[in-house]
């Protein structure tokens, strides 16, 4: 069975399929997914057991406060120095946990002290634990330093991590030897963050990537183009992991 979702990149594609009463009877034993990966040779492939895809979330934090003139702005509570502090905090988390993606405060005048900030930051783990951890240490943090601020948070583009079953892992890995495609060496797992790692607590998963050209410029690079040479190892792969599976 060929599955498409109604979204993709927003994290609630696969959770809609999960979600739809017509999804329920078919009881998919495996589940597997291809995401062609710029860095690696064209066409070879890369999968591992465990961790393939990290879990993520953003967060808008809307931080207000009271503004004031600029000459008297101790008569306001200014946003800046819960940013201040925010911005170095973000930075001393692990590597690779936290983003800050968008900051915005006050108005664009020289006559108010601002009173209203908006921060966008996406947090990221490679288990969906991990996240949620990570949430509840930055959740209290910004309550132990708002300050008299107040702060609303609201999550946005969650996306559970995808966890690569051993069985479903070692099909894949049989069916590229299977088809002479070449071996790929890649760190998993992936730092950014697939629908179809809902499917994971549903199905036997493997997500596993299909390299674009060594030369091909990144992910969401402007100049970025998919290779068309992948169109025909891509569906060579599922045919015989299908064949595999159903045997």
Same mark, same amino acid.
């Given at each position: ?55 993520? =979330? ?59 900030? =908006? ?50 892992? %070692? ?74 599976? %159903?045997?």
């Amino acid at each position: 069975m060929l599955l498409f979702q109604p979204a993709e990149e927003t994290g609630a594609g696969a959770r809609a399929v999960l979600a739809d009463p017509a999804f329920s009877p078919l009881r998919p034993d495996f589940a597997f997914a291809l995401h062609n990966m710029p860095g690696l040779p064209l066409g070879a492939v890369a999968v591992a057991a465990g961790p393939a895809s990290c879990a993520s =979330v953003g967060w808008r934090i809307a931080v207000t406060g009271r503004a004031a003139h600029a000459a008297f702005p101790e008569t306001g509570r200014s946003p800046a120095p819960l940013l201040a502090r925010l911005v170095p905090h973000l930075a001393s988390l692990p590597a690779n946990t936290a983003t800050l993606c968008h900051l915005n405060m006050g108005a664009p005048a020289f006559g108010i002290a601002p009173g209203q900030a =908006v921060a966008h930051v996406t947090l990221r783990h490679a288990s969906d634990a991990g996240l949620a951890r990570l949430e509840q240490d930055l959740q209290a943090w910004l309550a132990a330093n708002a300050g008299g601020l107040d702060v609303q948070i609201t999550r946005h583009d969650h996306f559970n991590a995808t966890l690569n079953d051993p069985n479903a892992a %070692t099909h894949v890995a049989a069916a590229r030897q299977n088809l002479g495609l070449e071996q790929a060496d890649f760190p998993f797992p992936m730092r950014p963050s697939e629908d179809f790692g809902a499917f994971s607590t549903h199905a036997k998963c493997a997500l596993f990537f299909l390299g674009a050209g060594e030369d091909q410029p990144a992910l969401h690079d402007p100049a970025y183009d998919f290779p068309d040479a992948l169109i025909a190892p891509g569906v060579a792969m599922f045919r015989q992991v299908l064949a595999q599976v %159903t045997q």
